[in-house]
Structure formats: structure tokens, C-alpha cells
């Protein structure tokens, strides 16, 4: 599940899960340092507040570490648009050196201050890392199942109105699949991106899906926009988005050449970071 809706907006699961975890974290280590004995009520409510500042302090080094790992390992794709490292829209996060950053950092608080909280901090830091490992595992057995419901979809040829499925659109090369419509600003804006990502890699299959609009409106406003894209297909009943778990726009998924879904991202995505993924994809 790549996004949740909550009423008009869609919101992405990363950032949500990560944040439940936290806010469960640290009021976990609330919990369990008022249970450590205090000399009185002022003394445990102190505690309880440094702790739960703690667990947020290791969240915010954990996001940090996570950010400059992914930006080392994919130093040259940003050296062309070095602003592109404050765009944390793009998913660029490494999930490994995100843990070791929040798990060092908790540790340095804990052993550097009142010692009746460290086993309250590392037992809300355990059972917190576990929840978020859980649904992190738990999302990536749903995308697992996601290839094959997005593979199977009929899609329609936006000029010469071939249909056929994903899996046959793409004609056994890796993929780019990006959902889209007109209307929707920020497709608007990641869509000369794409546009030049496709000119580029010819080994790729770069599939526009539009999503719920006509033939008729998807020509006009790429001959608006001075698009010239070859593979535009169209998905009328706007079935591909809930296939792999989103429920806005845009959404890209990168399917390998064997169709299995290597990578998804709900919003927006800069040329560094599509860059980043073609190489994993590649």
C-alpha cells in the first residue's frame, strides 16, 4: 500500500508508519520511566518528557542518517541538480543507515544521562523497531501481490487504440509504469521528466497510464504541453492505482524485466531520484 486516502487528500504510508511508530515509542518510554522510582510526581513527569524527547531526537537522526546515506550511494545522479537533495519528496531515504543512526544517537542519550531511563528507552526502542519492521514487511508482501494485479490489467492505446495488458504493453522489457491525468498539477510537473528519462533509455518501456480521462482529452493536452510520448495507454476505470495499494497521483512503479515490481513512490519525482531507481531497476 503505497498512499491512504483521508477524505480529499492521499497521503503516503512511509512517513504515516514511521510516525505512528515514533508517537508509540516515545509514549512507551513515558510509560515505563514514571515506573521507575522518583523521589516525587515532579521528578517522574520530568522523566517521562526527557524520555519521550529521546525516542522523537532518535526519529529526526534517524531521518538525517537515512537522508545522507542515500545521498552518498547516489552522489552522481544529484551532482546535475544539486537542489534536488532538499526535495525529500522523492522517497531517497536507506532504510539500514536510518536504523543506525536513530539506534546510536538513543544510545549516546541514554548512557550519557539519568540511567533509570535506559531500560525504559530500550525497551520502547525495541518493541518500536519491531512494529515498524512488522508493517514495513507486512507492505512489502502486498506489493509482492501488486505485480501480478497490475500486470493483468487492460489498458488502451491512447492513437491507435491497441488493448491489451500491462504485462504485454511492456513487451517483456523493465518498466517504468507512471499513473497520471491531466488535472493533476503535480503529474504535470514530473511529466517532462519522464518524458526526458524516455528519450534516454530506449531499453526501458516508459508507460503513461492515464488514469479515468478519454482519448480525446489526453491528445489535447499533450499537444498543449508539446509532449511526444510513444507509449500512452489509457485506463478508464482507473484500475492500476488501486491494483498497487495508491489511491492518488502520481503514482510510478518500476517493474523488471521479469515483472515483478521493484520499486513504487506516491508523488513526485525529481530527475535525481528517478535516476537512482533506473539504476537499481537496470
Keep these: 500500500m503505497l498512499s491512504i486516502s483521508l ?3 492521499a497521503l503516503p504510508t512511509g512517513p504515516l508508519v514511521l510516525a505512528l511508530a515514533l508517537t508509540g515509542a516515545g509514549a512507551l518510554a513515558a510509560f515505563l520511566s514514571r515506573r521507575v522510582v522518583a523521589a516525587d510526581a515532579a521528578t517522574a513527569t520530568a522523566r517521562a518528557d526527557r524520555a519521550s524527547a529521546a525516542v522523537w531526537g532518535a526519529g529526526l537522526a534517524a531521518l538525517v542518517a537515512a537522508r545522507l546515506a542515500h545521498l552518498a550511494l547516489n552522489a552522481p545522479t544529484y551532482a546535475g541538480t544539486p537542489w534536488a537533495v532538499l526535495d525529500l519528496r522523492d522517497g531517497g531515504w536507506h532504510a539500514g ?19 533509570a531511563l535506559r531500560r ?9 523497531l519491531i512494529a515498524w519492521g512488522a ?20 489498458v488502451r492505446h491512447a ?7 500491462l504485462d504485454a504493453a ?12 491531466s488535472w493533476c498539477g503535480p503529474c504535470r510537473v514530473e511529466m517532462p521528466v519522464l518524458a526526458d528519462a524516455a528519450r534516454r533509455e530506449p ?9 479515468g480521462e478519454g482519448a480525446a482529452a489526453v491528445q489535447a493536452y499533450l499537444a498543449r504541453e508539446r509532449l511526444a510520448l510513444a507509449e500512452v495507454w489509457l485506463d478508464p476505470r482507473s484500475a492500476a492505482g488501486p491494483a498497487v495499494g495508491s489511491s492518488g497521483l502520481p503514482t510510478t512503479v518500476f517493474v523488471g524485466a521479469d515483472g515483478r515490481i521493484v520499486d513504487a513512490h506516491f508523488g513526485i519525482l525529481n530527475a535525481a ?3 537512482a531507481r533506473l539504476a537499481r531497476l537496470r
Excluded at 543507515?97 to 540511567?115: C, K, S, Y
Excluded at 525504559?120 to 518500536?128: D, R, S, V, Y
Excluded at 511492456?170 to 491525468?181: D, F, I, K, Q, Y
Design 7 to 9: 477524505g480529499p487528500l
Design 97 to 115: 543507515a536510518g536504523v543506525a543512526g536513530g539506534v546510536a544517537w538513543l544510545a549516546w542519550r541514554a548512557w550519557r544521562g539519568d540511567p
Design 120 to 128: 525504559p528507552l530500550a525497551t520502547a526502542a525495541a518493541i518500536g
Design 135 to 154: 508493517v514495513g514487511w507486512g507492505l512489502g508482501r502486498l506489493q509482492d501481490d501488486a505485480g501480478a494485479r497490475l500486470a493483468a490489467i487492460e
Design 159 to 165: 492513437v491507435d487504440g491497441r488493448l491489451l495488458t
Design 170 to 181: 511492456r513487451e517483456g522489457r523493465p518498466a517504468v509504469v507512471n499513473l497520471w491525468a
Design 203 to 211: 531499453r526501458v518501456a516508459f508507460l503513461f497510464v492515464n488514469q
Design 273 to 275: 531520484a528517478l535516476q
